[in-house]
Nanobody, 115 residues
Framework: QVQLMESGGGLVQAGGSLRLSCAASGGAFYITAMGWYRQALGKQRELVASTKYEDSLKGRFTISRDNANNTAYLQISSLRPEDTAVYYC???????????????WGQGTQVTVSS
């Protein structure tokens, strides 16, 4: 079972930057893709960035991966109050013994941007 642990959220002033981290753990698995979604209060969850899909928010959001450590990062620059949301990490992994593709979600980390 893959566990995803996000960190790096918090309260930030508008115009600032933030880097979120997501570490995957939990035995033998092979990550094929990682991504970030966010969900603001009262809104639908939306894709922020993914190593697999190009259809994501661009510009101020940059996703990167440390494959050796099964960690993904989301760098957010020029933060705006409308970026306030819970940010969720996702991972797609092949899991032994049958190497089927499974999808996992983290618990989420709150990002609050003050004006």
């Amino acid at each position: 079972q893959v566990q995803l642990m996000e960190s790096g959220g918090g309260l930030v002033q508008a115009g600032g930057s933030l880097r979120l981290s997501c570490a995957a753990s939990g035995g033998a698995f092979y990550i094929t893709a990682m991504g970030w979604y966010r969900q603001a209060l009262g809104k639908q969850r939306e894709l922020v960035a993914s190593t697999k899909y190009e259809d994501s928010l661009k510009g101020r959001f940059t996703i990167s991966r440390d494959n050796a450590n099964n960690t993904a990062y989301l760098q957010i620059s020029s933060l705006r109050p409308e970026d306030t949301a819970v940010y969720y990490c996702t991972a797609e992994a092949r899991v032994p013994p049958f190497m089927t593709i499974e999808h996992y979600w983290g618990q989420g980390t709150q990002v609050t941007v003050s004006s």
